[in-house]
Nanobody, 130 residues
Framework: QVQLAESGGGLVQPGGSLRLSCAAS????????MAWFRQAPGKERDFVAV??????????YYADSVKGRFTISRDNAKNTVYLQMNSLKPEDTAVYYC?????????????????????WGQGTTVTVSS
């Protein structure tokens, strides 16, 4: 059973930065596409960013709402994926989830739909407020 554990959430002022981390329990981490989603209160869970496996070049793809502000990266030696969030806005307030796509079907690129993902973390809360 794969376990994903997010960390790094918190309260930050508008314009500030946070870095989220997601540690995976499996040694096959490098073979998965890894993504971040978020769910604001009363809304559906939305795609934020994805990074592909190393052998596919660690391609990245972002939601328009975060492009240019957020950066997804991965460290396969640590089985960890990161989300660097800069220039945060109040509308970025949400619970952030990491997710693992084990099948890495190239026909699904970019994998933005929730149902593509096989495993999810428990979430970490980000609040952007003054």
């Amino acid at each position: 059973q794969v376990q994903l554990a997010e960390s790094g959430g918190g309260l930050v002022q508008p314009g500030g930065s946070l870095r989220l981390s997601c540690a995976a329990s499996s040694p096959t981490f490098s073979r998965w596409h890894m993504a971040w989603f978020r769910q604001a209160p009363g809304k559906e869970r939305d795609f934020v960013a994805v990074i592909s496996t190393s052998w596919t070049g660690q391609r990245t793809y972002y939601a328009d709402s975060v492009k240019g502000r957020f950066t997804i990266s991965r460290d396969n030696a640590k089985n960890t994926v990161y989300l660097q969030m800069n220039s945060l806005k109040p509308e970025d307030t949400a619970v952030y989830y990491c997710a693992a796509d084990l099948r890495t079907d190239s026909s699904n690129w970019p994998p933005v739909r929730n149902e593509i993902y096989d495993y999810w973390g428990q979430g970490t809360t980000v609040t952007v407020s003054s």
